[in-house]
């Protein structure tokens, strides 16, 4: 088959995998960069589900109810995977300034949690509010990108509020044993 149309479609077809694969080593490169930058290979480990979840969430939503990849929902997937980061980072970042050896591990989760929850969440709110705006539009793609990041935006802050604090206590209990 000739003409535009075609041409076009198989372009597109081949545009999204290049950015699906694009995203797919993003996603790697910034776990691996998670452990080096909190200088530890457990905290790298223990990152790797609550970031992973949200993109999961978000291509279920795809996948149940869009019908799959698009150009417009491989953006909302980077944005929304690099807010999560954000978010577990200063999870870790946090943890690591309150743990000290003579402290229960629950003790250092705690404080936090109570210090960074708060902020992960208003935050999440915010944002997700904002770009929430974007579902009253009658675009599908302007659409589309809305549910797509806010649907990665609250999974990340589930993510990261419940997952990466019980991930943590396991992996300090294993330590430390």
Do not use: C
């Amino acid at each position: 088959m000739t003409g535009i149309v075609p041409i076009s479609a198989r372009a597109s077809h081949d545009m999204i995998q290049q950015l699906n694969r694009s995203l797919m080593i993003a996603i790697g490169l910034i776990l691996v960069l998670i452990a080096l930058a909190v200088r530890s290979l457990g905290a790298g480990l223990v990152s790797i589900l609550p970031n992973l979840f949200p993109i999961a969430m978000g291509g279920a939503y795809l996948y149940l109810v869009e019908g799959g990849l698009q150009f417009t929902s491989l953006v909302a997937f980077t944005v929304g995977f690099g807010i999560a980061v954000d978010s577990t980072i200063h999870m870790l970042n946090r943890y690591r300034l309150e743990k000290s050896d003579k402290d229960e591990v629950t003790t250092s989760l705690r404080r936090t949690i109570t210090t960074v929850g708060p902020v992960i969440i208003m935050s999440t709110v915010v944002l997700a509010a904002g770009i929430g705006t974007s579902l009253l539009s009658s675009l599908p793609m302007v659409h589309l990108y809305g549910a797509v990041v806010v649907i990665v935006l609250l999974s990340a802050m589930i993510g990261d509020l419940l997952f990466l604090p019980a991930l943590m206590a396991t992996v300090e209990v294993w330590r430390r044993k």
